[in-house]
């Protein structure tokens, strides 16, 4: 008498004579899982995005408007008229800023170049002491740099002005060129070094001709670093300015009392034409050394 086999057998021996995954069914399932993954990157970026330029799209959108306030009214150019014809002060304090912003960014570059090659080339005492304390101007709250500031220029008698602001910034974005230019400098090839020295090249020759162009693209992108910190920099510009050295944040600033005027939106979004025709010719500035290397 045959036994009857039971659903729960039969599903059993179903399971144990089923066969393995293929090789190509294995890959379509990977491929379907990455792009999951890919479709959940792309929606966080795409959000991230949103997040960070819809307000620039906000500004630009109402320095058209005809109104003041946030309601539309209809189109108009008067605010940029605004802007061209009739603010002496805006453009005052908004050159302020682009003096101290490039002098501190160009002088912080050079400074910290120079020691960043000398901290990577040479070994001495003191080395490691250097490279922690750099860390410090980033980590410190820029409230305690402001008032430190304050605090040392009234202790020489120094008056407070473009000069303090100048010295300030200049200090303050040193460290960021220096962790800048010697992270470039760890991915170096310094066989390239040995090779213009065996070749005759003194040092300062491997300096100028070898090393620099070598680490070009870090020290631009330092600098342009050290220009936008500046240029946005309200704090400490708030503590350590003087009479007749109001930058484009501090004039800003005082306008919110009365109400911020869309001759800042046009301004804005003049500033951000600019930035981005700066970002593209400097891209395929760097494409060019990149390229010729």
Same mark, same amino acid.
């Given at each position: ?36 993954? #890919? ?66 960014? %160009? ?9 960043? /090659? ?24 820029? @409230? ?6 304050? /605090? ?22 040193? &460290?960021?060129?220096? #962790?800048? @230019? ?30 620099? &162009?070598?680490?070009? &693209?870090?020290? @631009? ?21 003087? &009479? ?8 800003? %600033? *005082? ?8 001759? /800042?939106?046009?301004? *804005? ?25």
């Amino acid at each position: 008498m045959k036994s009857r086999i039971t659903p729960y057998q039969q599903f059993i021996s179903r399971i144990a004579k089923k066969k393995p995954t293929s090789e190509p069914a294995r890959h379509a399932r990977r491929a379907f899982q990455n792009m999951n993954r #890919l479709s959940l990157s792309n929606t966080v970026m795409t959000l991230s995005v949103i997040f960070l330029f819809l307000p620039l799209a906000v500004i630009v959108f109402y320095s058209f408007n005809k109104a003041k306030g946030m309601v539309w009214t209809g189109f108009s150019l008067q605010w940029y008229s605004r802007l061209f014809m009739n603010s002496t002060k805006l453009w005052d304090s908004f050159g302020n800023s682009l003096i101290i912003a490039f002098a501190s960014a %160009f002088v912080a570059t050079v400074l910290g170049t120079l020691a960043s /090659i000398g901290v990577n080339w040479y070994r001495f005492r003191g080395r490691g002491y250097i490279q922690t304390i750099s860390f410090l101007p980033m980590v410190l709250p820029e @409230v305690i740099i402001g008032i430190s500031m304050l /605090i040392f220029f009234s202790a020489v008698n120094v008056p407070l002005g473009m000069l303090t602001i100048f010295i300030a910034h200049t200090t303050f974005c040193l &460290p960021f060129v220096f #962790l800048m @230019v010697l992270a470039r400098l760890d991915e170096f090839d310094f066989s390239i070094i040995e090779a213009s020295r065996d070749l005759g090249a003194t040092e300062r020759q491997t300096l100028f001709k070898v090393i620099i &162009p070598a680490i070009m &693209p870090g020290i @631009v992108s330092a600098f342009l670093m050290s220009v936008t910190m500046s240029l946005e920099d309200f704090v400490i510009t708030f503590f350590v300015s003087g &009479p007749g050295s109001t930058t484009l944040p501090l004039y800003v %600033f *005082s306008m919110v009392r009365y109400g911020i005027s869309p001759v /800042i939106n046009a301004l *804005s979004f003049i500033m951000i034409l600019g930035t981005m025709l700066i970002a593209f010719f400097l891209r395929n500035f760097l494409k060019s050394i990149a390229a010729s290397k």
